[in-house]
């Protein structure tokens, strides 16, 4: 046993130190494994973790994709080759903008990948419908509050590490033992709205907490009828929730948030068309 464990040890200290001698960039930019950056260390996006990424963001023609700390490229470059989409890398370090650059043109993706040198907590990535991340998990929860505030219904991807208070609406494991993570950045439902239209009450109000994809809540419904909001989720400006009616049926409501307005519709009288308004906040 004592011989198997030294005869691992020193396979995984080769295999490191292939890793570390390895050149990962060109003939202009000698890039090691595990090069330290400004906030991590450099680690190499293996081109099918790459692709997988993006398949499990449904990329499609009209996806506009960025990628945070963009390193050698790889991921905007498989968008680009694979996708046909318009991507864009955003890395602090220069060489590996440059590097980047390179690496896109002999790929023959020039005219649809781009590269910038800046910080992520900095630049303005809002434009992207997908966006890509491996950047260890407190940079993650660093950039939380940013990407709450993104456009409903923008996928983020990332690699092997997850966002601390947001659970991730898909996961994807490789064979190779990897993780991948997809949210969809969900609507804003939080607050107090004045609802119109809800059958059998004339001046129906509800109260929304909101964590997240998920919120629960309160649906006064008048004349003192006031019920439990359950099971509700929001999947980008979609949303949908379950409440008793008065004869204590449970019913299902969906909708689309936008602002300050909703529309939704009951499941069991899709005719009926909800309209809600949110309130000031005081």
């Excluded at 011989?3 to 060109?26: E, F, K, T």
């Excluded at 991507?87 to 370090?93: C, K, V």
Aim: aromatic share 6%.
């Amino acid at each position: 046993m004592r011989i198997q464990l030294l005869l691992a040890v020193a396979a995984i200290a080769l295999v490191l130190q292939g890793c570390a001698g390895r050149n990962y960039g060109d003939s202009l930019f000698h890039l090691k494994h595990a090069a330290s950056g400004k906030d991590v260390m450099w680690i190499p996006t293996k081109t099918e973790m790459a692709h997988e990424m993006l398949a499990l963001a449904g990329v499609g023609p009209q996806d506009i994709v960025i990628d945070l700390g963009s390193g050698d490229g790889v991921i905007p470059i498989e968008a680009a080759k694979k996708f046909g989409v318009r991507a864009r890398g955003i890395e602090y370090n220069p060489d590996l903008v440059a590097l980047s650059q390179r690496n896109a043109q002999r790929a023959n993706v020039s005219h649809l990948v781009s590269f910038r040198q800046g910080d992520i907590f900095v630049e303005n990535f809002s434009e992207a419908t997908v966006l890509t991340l491996y950047l260890g998990e407190a940079l993650n929860n660093r950039l939380r509050p940013t990407l709450l505030q993104m456009r409903p219904g923008t996928r983020i991807v990332s690699n092997t590490f997850r966002i601390d208070a947001w659970a991730p609406d898909r996961e994807l494991r490789l064979t190779s033992g990897e993780n991948a993570y997809l949210w969809i950045v969900p609507g804003r439902l939080e607050g107090e709205w004045d609802l119109n239209g809800v059958p059998g009450a004339s001046d129906a109000r509800m109260r929304i907490r909101q964590g997240a994809q998920f919120f629960d809540g309160a649906l006064d419904l008048g004349a003192r009828r006031l019920t439990a909001i359950e099971d509700g989720r929001l999947n980008g400006s979609r949303f949908q929730f379950r409440f008793k009616d008065s004869q204590h049926r449970l019913q299902t409501v969906t909708g689309t948030v936008d602002g300050s307005t909703l529309t939704a519709t009951l499941a069991d009288d899709p005719r009926a068309t909800i309209v809600g308004q949110r309130r000031p906040r005081p």
